[in-house]
């Protein structure tokens, strides 16, 4: 917990641009990755095998979408609603 905790204590002085950046690169490397994390999906959670690789790009689409939301509404004070994104 204490880990957890300075790593966010760091995180939260990172600059919101560099925040976004990170982001953006972590949802490429989850759209890079699609097809062995799909198959963990399906292997762990017994997900239907047509479904996981759509999840998973839905997911790094989320989180770009979250890093330019943040920046938008962060950088004007106010705060990121979570179903704002499209599809809920």
């Not at 880990?3 to 204590?9: D, F, G, T």
């Not at 097809?35 to 989320?62: F, H, N």
Request: one cysteine or more; glycine letters at 6%; aromatic letters at 6%.
């Amino acid at each position: 917990m204490e880990i957890a905790k300075a790593a966010q204590e760091s995180w939260a002085k990172t600059p919101l641009w560099r925040r976004a950046e990170v982001l953006h690169k972590a949802a490429a490397i989850l759209k890079e990755h699609k097809a062995p994390i799909a198959e963990c999906l399906v292997k762990e959670i017994a997900m239907p095998a047509k479904d996981p690789v759509t999840e998973v790009v839905r997911s790094g689409d989320l989180v770009s979408y979250c890093a330019e939301e943040g920046v938008r509404i962060l950088g004007e004070g106010k705060f990121l609603v979570a179903d704002s994104f499209p599809g809920n």
